[in-house]
């Protein structure tokens, strides 16, 4: 409409055209660094201690994973002191306990992404469908409590519940079992740690979906209804794919962090006696860093691990957005 | 129609009338949530309990949620422990300090995220996502902290989270749903960037940023691994150290049972520990907990 108000646009651009315009008033969006600082520069200034915290910690150590390629002595430099090529890998895909701890940290991430990720969903579904205000608010009040603590005090409450005197073995012994030492039983630590961060993390996990489920069309609903749909084909078919996105968005975040599996969780809950199933990759990397002071040979392996932990993510990201269309950026 | 008279009047959200397998529903769905809230709420009723029970009744496991021979000792032992206090107020000094600090980077930084025409602006926030999925990791962290002569002092505990991408990105989000209007009004009146983001934008942003001492505050009180890592002072510790370590030499104690005096005396003194450690948090959660709520929901629209 408007365009018809203005005067007929220009001939395709040719050669004689551009030259008889050179540049006297370049378009405004494409302003020259030197205009955009002599502009901006207060703005800019705001933004260099940031850049320089971003710099040092978070940038200056990913350049510091060079020591995992060389010899590096405690108090030389901090990039080490000569290249060793790739003997730290070597090393540790040819150590047999990194493949234990490799193996025990797939599983430990694939229960937890198992239970810490449907059960927010199966949470908010349940609470999605309570009408007494009160009540739902109560039970959301408490159920992000265990969000809000120390890592150290859920592994500290852990240690009570499991103890020889704690609450588990109080029904160990309802049921007229034997006390057993919980922390000490490798074959038990998969389902302690489990269970904690079940307990730890599913209410508050059911934020975002709380949040979501309000933003699903009532209408929707309805016509659902009107097709004779009941409760939970409702819910089946029109309240899940309305929080898809939500959902496609936390796994991916959730894959994203897999192999990462609750480092200083573990680490505080683990003893020598659990090891075989307890030890991780990032406890592992930690023991050989700080106990047996190796420390390209750690290195080595918190560079996998990162690696890994990014393939992860970007390709769960890529496989989203060509199957559902979404993804996190 | 069948004589529903009160049923009709009941709030209805879909559906006139529930059937039958709907109404044995909402029991069953009101009885699970009932569980919820109990198993999330009795561990922390069990461990007060065990704070103020006596020793003896704690060993041989009688007591669930209800103290069995009031004993206030371990309370009076921890209290008297000056080394406790002192890593309690470590906790609070870091806390503090930390979140200053965070406050000011990430504000400065969310603001100029916030600038849509800012010239290098994607390049900026690139810099800040592209660490939420890649980091140096643990060894080299440790190396660079330690060379800048930062160990055993606050600002290996303060510094290096400063800036948590999450809280930058809700806090740009804020920024960008503030009316530019006003900003370009304020710059007609003559007022500088800073003067605008001083003056203008931060009276307005108030909630916001009581959101973000928030989420900073609680995640640097209960920090425990930089401190651990960074810091081998006993008087410089937090006080989740302090946890830490008395947990870690019970257990080591408890598996090799030698000293039997010591691990009884851990069974209260840990119940008390937690209970000290967590009740700031506790006090503190009934009134906070909203503001948590949309920080995240801020943080999950623009994330």
Redesign the interface.
């Known amino acids: 409409m408007t365009s018809t108000l203005r005067p007929p646009p220009p001939a395709p651009p040719s050669a004689p055209q551009q030259a008889q315009s050179p540049a006297p008033r370049p378009p405004r ?1 494409r ?1 020259s ?1 030197r205009q ?1 600082l002599r502009r ?1 520069w ?3 200034s ?2 260099i ?3 320089l ?2 710099l ?10 060079i ?1 995992a390629f060389r010899r ?1 002595k405690p108090g030389g430099s ?1 990039f080490g002191e000569y290249w060793v090529g790739l003997r730290y890998f070597r090393m540790f895909l040819t150590d047999p306990t990194f493949w234990e701890v490799f193996t025990n940290t797939l599983v430990l991430g694939t229960l937890t992404l198992l239970f810490c990720f449907p059960l927010p969903i199966v ?1 908010a579904l ?2 999605n ?3 007494a205000r009160r ?1 739902k608010r ?2 959301q ?6 969000h ?6 859920v ?3 852990v ?3 499991t ?5 588990a ?2 029904l160990v ?1 309802l049921f007229g079992g034997d ?1 057993v030492a919980f ?2 039983k490798p074959e038990w630590f998969r389902t302690i740690y489990v269970s904690s961060e079940v ?1 730890q993390t599913v ?1 508050w996990g059911t ?2 979906y709380l ?1 979501a489920l309000t933003t699903v069309d009532e209408d929707l ?1 309805e016509a659902a ?1 009107i097709d004779g749909a ?2 939970l084909r ?1 819910t089946w078919h029109v309240t899940l794919p309305g929080i898809r996105p ?1 959902m496609v ?1 936390l796994l991916i975040l959730n894959i ?1 962090s897999f192999l990462a599996v609750g480092f ?1 969780k573990i ?2 809950l683990y ?1 020598p ?1 659990t090891y075989p199933t307890a030890d991780v990759v ?1 406890t592992y ?2 023991r050989m ?2 106990q047996s002071s190796n ?1 390209s040979y ?2 080595a392996i ?2 996998f ?2 690696v890994i ?2 393939i992860l ?2 390709s769960a990201n890529v496989i989203s957005r060509r199957t559902v269309g979404t993804s ?2 | 129609m069948v004589t529903l008279g009160t049923k009709i009047d009941a ?1 209805k ?3 006139p009338v529930d ?1 039958r ?2 109404r044995i ?2 029991v069953v ?2 009885v ?2 009932l569980g ?2 109990v ?6 009723l ?2 007060v309990a ?1 704070s103020l029970s006596e020793e003896a009744y ?4 009688e ?2 949620i209800v103290p069995r021979g009031f004993d206030l000792t371990a309370y009076k032992l921890l209290m008297s422990d000056a080394m406790f206090w002192t890593n309690y107020r470590n906790t609070v000094v870091y806390t503090v300090v930390a979140t200053l600090i965070s406050i ?3 504000t ?2 969310a ?2 995220l916030s ?1 849509p ?4 602006r994607p390049f ?1 926030i690139g ?3 592209f ?1 939420m ?12 902290v330690t ?1 800048l002569g930062m160990k055993n002092t606050i600002w290996a505990v303060v ?2 989270n ?2 948590s991408v999450f809280n930058l990105l809700v806090m740009k989000a804020f920024f960008e749903s503030l009316p530019s209007e006003l900003e370009e009004a304020a710059a007609v009146d003559g007022l ?3 003067g605008t ?1 001083l003056r203008i934008v931060l009276p307005l942003s108030k909630a916001i940023i009581a959101t973000m001492v928030l989420f900073y505050a ?1 995640s640097f ?5 930089t401190a651990f ?1 960074y810091i081998d002072r006993q008087d410089l510790l937090p006080v ?2 302090y ?2 370590n008395l ?2 030499g ?3 104690a ?2 090799a049972a030698a000293d039997a005096d010591k691990v009884q005396a851990a ?1 209260t003194l ?2 008390v ?2 209970v000290l ?2 009740l700031p ?2 006090a503190i ?2 009134f906070v ?1 909203r503001y ?2 949309r920080g ?2 801020l943080g ?1 629209v623009k ?1």
């Open positions: 969006r302003r660094w955009a901006d207060q703005l800019y705001l933004a201690l940031p850049l915290f971003f040092v910690f978070r940038y200056l150590p990913m350049v510091g994973n020591i590096f901090i949470l349940l609470l469908e309570v009408r009540f109560f039970v009040s408490v159920s992000y409590l265990p809000f603590l120390s890592i150290v005090i592994a500290a409450m240690m009570q519940f103890s020889i005197d704690g609450t073995n109080q012994n006390p922390l000490q307990w209410g934020i975002l949040a609903y209804r009941g409760r409702q939500t968005t994203g200083e680490l505080l003893n006696l990032s990397l930690f860093g700080f420390f750690a290195a918190g560079l691990e990162a932990g990014l993510v970007l996190l950026w | 709030p959200t879909r559906g059937s397998g709907y529903f909402r769905n009101t699970v949530l919820v809230v198993v999330t709420l009795y561990p922390f069990n461990i065990r704690i060993i041989a496991g007591v669930t000011v980077l990430t400065c930084y603001y100029v600038k025409q800012l010239k290098g900026l810099v800040a996502l660490t999925f890649f980091s140096g990791g643990l060894i080299p962290n440790y190396v660079l060379s510094i290096p400063a800036i500088n960037t800073y983001l609680v009180w209960n920090s425990w691994f890592l989740t150290v946890l830490r947990i870690a019970a257990t080591s408890e598996s069974a840990q119940a520990t937690i450690t967590t948090i506790l959660y009934p907990q948590f709520v995240v929901m999950a994330g």
